[in-house]
């Protein structure tokens, strides 16, 4: 990746390695704080908007609650309910949407020898990571102020289950990052096809147990559903689902970051160019 | 010093493989300015963009053994939805440079007055210019690869950037490329053409332009 072999015949030591990790942090510095202000800079209001679409969902699920009642959080509080299904998904969002459009957006980032594609790729994940565990922690402390302080059960597997889905949002945006020069149009529909029907069926709202039956085999094969159930069953001492397949969660997740690798691979020097 | 040792580099098109280089081996010393002359579509840009190490080739060796800037440009490496001040912390951050440093010696050597925190979109293709070559200048290069753009912006601030240059010519190089031979001609002790894949070598510039000046009418 790095000109480390420039020179033929050169051996490769600790030391070359140390200063291409060295040139690799700071690029990757870079391209996050780079990215932050692209997003967040430009308004004074720029760095809340990122609070406001999951907040808007937990005081919907709330209004709608007090009104019909008949939404069930199956023995959970509410505001930790919903904010466990949201935030997660968001984070699933983030990821593909903002890696399709990746490439596209820091093609002359690339005349810098020492930024590649991996570099941006990687800045991009870190960075929806770390801003929507900081969602997270923000809603979990204010919920604690509004509603009362919860216990979570197992904050382990809460975070397991959140890096599965930030790791199959990476790697289906990957995939539509490296389709995006064949079928430039792919970028307008990977939320109509992919975001809207996944929102309402990854379990943001319900719970596998809440649903009918007949429906639930089918529901099943959503593997983002799994993983909401599991980050729910981690987080909370009343909720253990009986319908998680940890194996397919994993495959799933692992399958669609090796895929979405393998095809920005082969498919890199196409983006960039036609980007 | 720079070397291409036998470096081909090839695109894939609609209609086929286009060979930009076969087989080049180049030897860029250090303390000149070499002009690389070329028509419109030979390869210049990729040749230049093999020499920053922006991309890699296909077959054969690039050897640098000096700190060798990016691709100067219209455009080349910059955000234009950040100001020219984010832009500076960017490269400043890159390069390991110090941040305020590079910052204030490209807010004075570009002269960009306000438009230093406006976005680069609103800049002129001068402006451009001439903020790319300051924030080079800032991170003191040995080399400095140049494409195309020294023909933009007024004459008294190609004359303040060529004083620059001269400046560090002891230890450091210039390598422009262009189809212009008005700017070869002005800014270079030693010229190359690069024509048909392949890029020859002369020992003065005198003699490449009338190299240049004889494919010229041929290929038309």
Same mark, same amino acid.
């Given at each position: 990746?790095?000109?480390?072999?420039?020179?033929?015949?050169?051996?490769?030591?600790?030391?070359?390695?140390?200063?291409?990790?060295?040139?690799?942090?700071?690029?990757?510095?870079?391209?996050?704080?780079? #990215?932050?202000?692209?997003?967040?800079?430009?308004?004074?209001?720029?760095?809340?908007?990122?609070?406001? #679409?999951?907040?808007?969902?937990?005081?919907?699920?709330?209004?709608?609650?007090?009104?019909?009642?008949?939404?069930?959080?199956?023995?959970?509080?509410?505001?930790?309910?919903?904010?466990?299904?949201?935030?997660?998904?968001?984070?699933?969002?983030?990821?593909?949407?903002?890696?399709?459009?990746?490439?596209?957006?820091?093609?002359?980032?690339?005349?810098?020898?020492?930024?590649?594609?991996?570099?941006?790729?990687?800045?991009?994940?870190?960075? #929806?990571?770390?801003?929507?565990?900081?969602?997270?922690?923000?809603?979990?402390?204010?919920?604690?102020?509004?509603?009362?302080?919860?216990?979570?059960?197992?904050?382990?597997?809460?975070?397991?289950?959140?890096?599965?889905?930030?790791?199959?949002?990476?790697?289906?945006?990957?995939?539509?990052?490296?389709?995006?020069?064949?079928?430039?149009?792919?970028?307008?529909?990977?939320?109509?096809?992919?975001?809207?029907?996944?929102?309402?069926?990854?379990?943001?709202?319900?719970?596998?147990?809440?649903?009918?039956?007949?429906?639930? $085999?089918?529901?099943?094969?959503?593997?983002?559903?799994?993983?909401?159930?599991?980050?729910?069953?981690?987080?909370?001492?009343?909720?253990?689902?009986?319908?998680?397949?940890?194996?397919?969660?994993?495959?799933?997740?692992?399958?669609?970051?090796?895929?979405?690798?393998?095809?920005?691979?082969?498919?890199?020097?196409?983006?960039?160019?036609?980007? | 010093?720079? #070397?291409?040792?036998?470096?081909?580099?090839?695109?894939?098109?609609?209609?086929?493989?286009?060979?930009?280089?076969? $087989?080049?081996?180049?030897?860029?010393?250090?303390?000149?300015?070499?002009?690389?002359?070329?028509?419109?579509?030979?390869?210049?840009?990729?040749?230049?963009?093999?020499?920053?190490?922006?991309?890699?080739?296909?077959?054969?060796?690039?050897?640098?053994?000096?700190?060798?800037?990016?691709?100067?440009?219209?455009?080349?490496?910059?955000?234009?939805?950040?100001?020219?001040?984010?832009?500076?912390?960017?490269?400043?951050?890159?390069?390991?440079?110090?941040?305020?440093?590079?910052?204030?010696?490209?807010?004075?050597?570009?002269?960009?007055?306000?438009?230093?925190?406006?976005?680069?979109?609103?800049?002129?293709?001068?402006?451009?210019?001439?903020?790319?070559?300051?924030?080079?200048?800032?991170?003191?290069?040995?080399?400095?690869?140049?494409?195309?753009?020294?023909?933009?912006?007024?004459?008294?601030?190609?004359?303040?950037?060529?004083?620059?240059?001269?400046?560090?010519?002891?230890?450091?190089?210039?390598?422009?490329?262009?189809?212009?031979?008005?700017?070869?001609?002005?800014?270079?002790?030693?010229?190359?053409?690069?024509?048909?894949?392949?890029?020859?070598?002369?020992?003065?510039?005198?003699?490449?332009?009338?190299?240049?000046?004889?494919?010229?009418?041929?290929?038309?």
């Amino acid at each position: 990746m790095r000109s480390i072999n420039s020179r033929a015949g050169t051996a490769i030591t600790p030391s070359i390695i140390l200063s291409a990790l060295v040139t690799q942090g700071r690029v990757i510095n870079a391209l996050i704080l780079r #990215e932050t202000k692209t997003r967040y800079g430009r308004h004074k209001l720029g760095f809340f908007w990122m609070f406001i #679409e999951p907040m808007f969902f937990v005081g919907l699920f709330l209004a709608f609650k007090l009104l019909v009642r008949s939404p069930t959080s199956g023995g959970m509080p509410d505001a930790y309910f919903i904010i466990t299904g949201i935030t997660p998904f968001l984070l699933f969002r983030q990821s593909m949407s903002s890696l399709a459009n990746a490439i596209a957006g820091s093609r002359s980032l690339l005349a810098f020898p020492q930024v590649t594609t991996f570099d941006v790729i990687l800045a991009i994940i870190l960075l #929806e990571f770390s801003s929507l565990l900081m969602v997270f922690t923000i809603l979990l402390i204010g919920s604690a102020a509004f509603f009362g302080p919860y216990a979570i059960e197992n904050p382990l597997l809460v975070l397991y289950g959140i890096l599965l889905l930030g790791i199959s949002g990476a790697g289906l945006g990957m995939m539509f990052a490296a389709l995006v020069p064949i079928m430039p149009s792919i970028k307008n529909i990977t939320n109509p096809l992919f975001g809207r029907p996944l929102f309402f069926t990854s379990g943001v709202f319900f719970t596998a147990d809440m649903i009918p039956s007949s429906v639930r $085999d089918y529901i099943l094969y959503n593997p983002l559903l799994h993983m909401i159930e599991i980050i729910r069953s981690g987080f909370f001492v009343e909720f253990e689902s009986q319908y998680i397949d940890h194996r397919y969660a994993f495959l799933f997740a692992t399958g669609l970051l090796l895929v979405g690798m393998l095809m920005h691979q082969s498919m890199r020097n196409h983006a960039i160019k036609s980007a | 010093m720079i #070397e291409l040792r036998n470096v081909s580099k090839s695109y894939r098109t609609s209609t086929g493989f286009n060979h930009v280089l076969r $087989d080049v081996s180049i030897v860029f010393p250090t303390g000149h300015s070499v002009g690389i002359l070329g028509m419109n579509g030979s390869g210049k840009s990729t040749l230049i963009r093999l020499i920053g190490a922006a991309e890699p080739p296909d077959k054969g060796s690039v050897y640098r053994d000096m700190r060798v800037s990016w691709p100067l440009g219209y455009t080349g490496g910059f955000q234009g939805n950040l100001t020219a001040r984010e832009n500076c912390r960017f490269v400043a951050r890159i390069y390991g440079e110090t941040v305020e440093y590079v910052e204030r010696f490209t807010d004075e050597f570009a002269e960009l007055g306000d438009y230093f925190d406006m976005p680069l979109r609103n800049y002129s293709a001068g402006m451009r210019a001439r903020f790319a070559f300051a924030v080079s200048l800032a991170c003191d290069f040995d080399c400095y690869l140049v494409d195309e753009a020294l023909e933009t912006g007024d004459a008294r601030y190609k004359e303040k950037f060529r004083r620059a240059f001269e400046e560090r010519r002891e230890g450091s190089s210039v390598i422009l490329v262009s189809h212009n031979e008005q700017t070869i001609r002005r800014n270079c002790d030693m010229a190359a053409i690069l024509h048909n894949g392949s890029i020859e070598m002369y020992d003065s510039v005198r003699e490449a332009m009338q190299h240049y000046k004889f494919l010229q009418t041929r290929a038309a």
